[in-house]
């Protein structure tokens, strides 16, 4: 048992009595709890915003190519004359899309809101280690946000070569539009993004490790703690190679340097460029890039275990079991980044490797979709909307994961490779799935961000048309992918052989506007439940957990007077002998009662 | 006009999803009232319903999926290592249905059967060893199956032996468009670099080293490319500007092009584009294709422009790796011939040594 104490803090309380102005309390603030609702706002909201919409924009293009649409002749001007949009802003878009929703929003915006909001409630922490460090994190993100969103406005528009920046594409402005000015922001903004991201995860991590109230030992922690634990472990394993290749790839474009770049022609012209490898910059970036799916994915999956527990009114079925495979996972997504690579040149040997760790990979994942299988079972669930996203997350998990099995085989990869195969297996599997853990979130911690309840049944409305349209998107998609289409084309009518495809492109885009609406109706819940939910009590869940131990309003030190202490874990739902179905985990054990083994 | 149009829209949704909520409110009339937004049995029963309806729409969709789409999927494989990789990919894919449908249905199943019911008290189950054993290892199994499978394919496919009878091509890629060059007599590819691009006048479009006797009888084609039926081809790939990837679908072939570097995929071509158009896949794929541009033409006629013309299949070498504005548009076609003809192709082509003269 743990006997880390409060005592850093436990002076704290003769701090929030402080006047706060405005500037302290809501915009320069340094309590974990705003600064969570900053991350919801900017990094959720306003940034999915920006990232649905424009793959709303590039939907209508595939439909319908070179049509000409109002929508784009208005946020597109010149780069759609007349309002057909041009293949260099469609590759835009692409690359700006994949950006903000897998960093801006699923990284940032998912661990910032509830690692910030749920670490130091969950453990009995009046803040962050160092509430100094996490603000600073905030307004780095702010400022990595709006340096990504100004690359939009220059003139040769922005970044172009992918999410994945591989250069040359990405190094040589003469390549394409994107890769001058644009480009340049897109590095900076990544930069000063790793930083925010570095200062949160080490934030986490020193506060998960130190901060934990008396009796809170690491096996009694929550899973969602578990899981923001070891992502941050990850980011700071990973995001530092990002940050490394970034600033390589900046020598090389502006330095003169050649890491990347070897033997080039270009537009006329033999550059300088010598003895690089453009096969670095990939390893360097999915040295990243595949830990970053399990950053987005493992917080949504810690999300999903205390909200499907709650609402089963069960304990998560093996507690232990799910803690191991989310470190077998955290372990293995660092060994398993050559699969983006089978057929990148690099060594047919390093393939096979890389194909048995990837496929390793699914074993714990398999044993965490069992488990939750296994929590639902004889459990007396309440649909709540937070409920309907965690099942969701679980099948889309399911959907999306197996077709891994695909992916991950080198063999097969060869075929699929950078198709639309692959588009619906990752989509599915980390877009999908971590945006229904975000959504679960926000619909379970609403009361405890904002004191007021969100509306349930535009909750219930809002996940019935998401989960149909998300199959309708992605399910035909792997379809297309297998039919040998590749991804990142302006259009497949380019040329006759794909043009019986045409049709399956319509669909997906009739489902992705019907997401997309679906996702207003969350907008107008969330905005309209800030101002006017109806107000919450202090456990409306009845869940076990510290958080809804705090009062309703946020005060500074989450606690009036003393932090409670812990005596049992998170999961005592329905335990028999207690007269609730639920027991807080500061709830001392009765006379005769045993601690339950888990 | 448009802004206001959409303001209009944005605001009547708005109207609609209030009224959508007066409705469901108004649902719950004549019960006791209750606005916790907390779930209630009623909400329970209907979306655990609403759960059980849902795996018969996953299932619904899977089946009309693979019902309706899989015609649009690539005929049988044109390689001798194609029916390897279907074989793989068709197992892969029958452990993978297995085990969605078997899934899905558990976890629907299960959330609608025990959709809450008040004051019913779940039942206490932390763990079980044995049962969390059985289903690490069952997986563990099946996956490791799988790998060995998957490697052993792998292995056959990507370690090919350089015999001397292979045809040695290049495939050369550059921002927007594939070039193929061919050894000659020899068979041997002369020595390339961008550096020797700008030689002769702009005549040497893929750097062939003039100082090289292996380059003299190199030609090199654009548009098209031909490969002799059952012999083995390994392709030397290159690239001049960004990476790009040359996919050949038809033949389960794909590899990238890097800058600076050779790679390298070979694969032994089994059937030719004759054959393949015979193939009744392929014919009724080409039929649902001349439908499509049949009625785009009469939209283009109606209009005074040229029809367009009938499409007739053939192989193709596309770029699946985003290389810039026109990457959706770069490709090559490829022919498979019977040797005879491919060697009657070859007699027409001009080598170096004729074009820099």
Redesign the interface.
Known sequence: MSEVSSIPHSNHDDHHHHKETFITKYIFSQDHKMIAKQYLILGVLFMGFIGVAMSLLFRLQLAWPEQSFAVFDIFLGDWAPEGVMDPNIYLALVTIHGTIMVFFVLTAGLSGTFSNLLIPLQIGARDMASGLLNMISFWLFFLSSMIMLASLFVEAGPAAAGWTIYPPLSALPQAQPGSGMGMTLWLISMAIFVASSLLGSLNYIVTVINLRTKGMSMFRLPLTIWAFFVTAIIGVISFPVLLSAALLLIMDRSFGTSFFLSDIFVQGEVLHYQGGSPVLFEHLFWFLGHPEVYIVLLPALGITSEIIATNSRKPIFGYRAMVASILAIAFLSTVVWGHHMFISGMNPFLGSVFTFTTLLIAIPSAVKAFNYITTLWKGNLQFNPGMLFSIGLVSTFITGGLTGIILGDSTLDINIHDTYFVVAHFHLVMGISALYGLFAGVYHWFPKLFGRMMNKNLGFIHFWITAIAAYGVFFPMHFIGMAGLPRRYYTNTAFPYFDDLANINVVITVFALLAGAAQLVFLYNFISSMFFGKKAEQNPWRSNTMEWTAPVEHIHGNWPGEIPHVHRWAYDYSKPGQKEDFVLQTTPLGKDEKETEH | M??LLIITI?IL??IA?WQ??KI??LSQLGQKKD?????TEK??D???K??FA?LV??YA??IY?FWT??K???PESASAHGPA?DT??WI??A??LF??TL??A???V??YQ????NN?????????NK??FV??II??II??L??IY??I???K???FEEDEDALVVELYA??WNWKARYGGEDNVLGDA???F??DFDGKNPI?IDSSDPNGMDDFVVTQEFHLPVNRKVIFKLRS????H?A?M??F?????C????I?EFSFTPTKTTDEMRMNSDVVD?VN??NK??FENSKLLTAKGEESLEP?QFDY?L????????????M?MKIVVESEKDYEKWVAKQQIFSEVIQ
Request: one cysteine or more; a positive charge; proline letters at 2%.
């Open positions: 448009t802004v944005l949704t708005g999803l959508i909520t469901f409110e606005d916790s937004q907390i779930a909400d329970n209907l979306n655990g609403l759960m849902f729409f996953i969709v899977t999926s789409y899989s649009v999927l690539l990789y793989l990919l892969s894919f452990v993978i085990a969605q899934t899905q558990v976890l629907h299960f959330a025990y959709r809450g019911i019913r008290k779940a039942y206490f189950f932390t763990h079980d049962l969390e289903w690490t997986p563990a996956f490791f799988l790998i998957g490697m394919t792998w292995g496919i990507m370690n550059q921002q670099n961008v550096r691009l700008n750097g001049q500007d960004v990476l990837s996919y679908p038809h389960r072939a794909q590899m990238n890097v800058p600076g570097m790679t794929k649902r294709i499509i541009r499409y193709l596309l770029c699946a790796k985003i290389c810039g504005t026109s990457h959706y548009n490709q």
